[in-house]
């Protein structure tokens, strides 16, 4: 069944139907206020018997919409516990992106066991959401295995390149409980997004893939990392429509992180002026029921809204088992290759004591860069805390502030 596209009333008709579900009465009213008021900025779609509004949030009408509510009512008592853990399954990828987040060790990839054993853990702490990353997470052969074993406790959530998703691969992965595939598309047009990747069929791949995906059911989603040029030039709308035109669900809009390959600064450092346009396109497509959702990052990232989650909401486990605030955070807090998911976590929440706004990556990469001797993630504590105090104080985001920090 193709998916449906909700705007306007009955975009609010559709989410308040779905939302009526066992949780909410355990949260403060000034905070349902305003999540009712940030879907102003959203749009709902219709797929497989769940409502999406993007991929930051859970689905509707489903178990992990539940373990969502107990991430907020946690945080609403003061309970540190995790909404996402994005775990990167393999450093191995064919591809060199200029941005990439992970710059591999070429070490083997973990064990199977030792990487389900934890995001069973994560589940346990409460994720509503396991991210299945790389490197290139469909080289390896039992990703099904690893999706499976996750249950519908969190919904799942594929990044890719597109290689290797055809018709089969994308049907197997939905078997195996596969929620949504986030493809990584920079542009429509085939040669900027070959010369981004240093590759010549790495456009054909992540259109065949989406393609793929959607014929699959699943909810299919692209990636792109925006420059200023695409923004203000209007390109973007191009970018929209191709998108669109393919059947893609939603476009997730990312900026440049000083992180992996570009950690010694080469990248485009957007400012506030650019994020206050990411909003305004935002809430522009997505009063548009004929085009893709808009899911912008910068915006999510606002002191208006969630602001950072890295180390507290979000947790980013490395293909060599490094538990990191943020895949974009190369700072190693400990390893599930030697110790438990939680007790990893435990302390590194100790790190981040309270929501805040201000992005970790961007405010911290020179120090890490120069502390690690290239040497990444960086795993020594004091050299650790050393970076995060030279942050300095960072303000509780709106979002958080409607639970009840300070």
Not at 131 to 137: S, Y
Not at 341 to 352: C, I, N, P, Q
């Amino acid at each position: 069944m193709p998916a449906k596209r909700h705007t306007g009333l009955m975009k609010y008709l559709k989410l308040g139907a779905a939302a009526l579900d066992g949780g909410l009465a355990a949260l403060p009213p000034g905070f349902l206020w305003f999540m009712a008021r940030q879907m102003r900025f959203e749009k709902a779609t219709e797929l497989d018997g769940k409502l999406f509004i993007n991929t930051t949030y859970t689905p509707l009408r489903t178990r992990a919409f539940r373990s969502a509510l107990g991430y907020f009512s946690n945080s609403a008592r003061k309970k540190t516990s995790p909404f996402s853990v994005y775990f990167s399954v393999t450093n191995r990828c064919h591809l060199k992106c200029w941005y990439c987040s992970n710059p591999g060790s070429g070490r083997d990839d973990l064990p199977f066991d030792t990487l389900a054993r934890a995001i069973g853990q994560a589940q346990d702490l409460g994720a509503a959401c396991i991210g299945f990353t790389g490197g290139e997470p469909l080289l390896r052969g039992d990703l099904e295995r690893l999706v499976s074993g996750a249950d519908d406790r969190s919904y799942k959530l594929l990044f890719t390149s597109g290689r290797g998703l055809d018709a089969a691969r994308a049907a197997s992965l939905k078997k195996a409980g596969l929620t949504a595939v986030v493809v990584s598309l920079d542009s429509h047009v085939p040669a900027e997004h070959n010369a981004n990747r240093n590759s010549a069929s790495a456009h054909a791949e992540a259109v065949s893939a989406l393609k793929n995906s959607i014929g699959a059911g699943l909810y299919s989603a692209v990636s792109m990392v925006i420059t200023k040029d695409i923004l203000y030039s209007g390109r973007i709308y191009d970018f929209i429509k191709f998108a669109g035109s393919l059947g893609v669900h939603e476009i997730r809009i990312l900026r440049p992180k000083p992180c992996g390959r570009v950690i010694k600064g080469n990248f485009e450092l957007l400012e506030e002026k650019d994020v206050a346009k990411f909003v305004e396109l935002q809430y522009e497509i997505n009063r548009d029921a004929s085009l893709p959702v808009i899911m912008s990052l910068p915006h999510i990232g606002t002191i208006n809204n969630f602001g950072c989650s890295a180390g507290r909401t979000h947790v980013y486990v490395s293909a060599d088992g490094d538990v990191c605030p943020c895949d974009f955070v190369p700072m190693g807090f400990g390893s599930i290759a030697s110790e438990s998911f939680g007790d990893v976590y435990a302390r590194m929440t100790k790190s981040f004591p309270s929501p805040s706004h201000g992005c970790v990556s961007q405010l911290v990469y020179r120090e890490i860069d120069a502390l690690s001797g290239g040497r990444l993630p960086l795993k020594d504590p004091a050299a650790i805390e050393k970076v995060l105090s030279s942050m300095g104080p960072r303000p509780v985001p709106k979002l958080y502030r409607k639970l009840g920090w300070d």
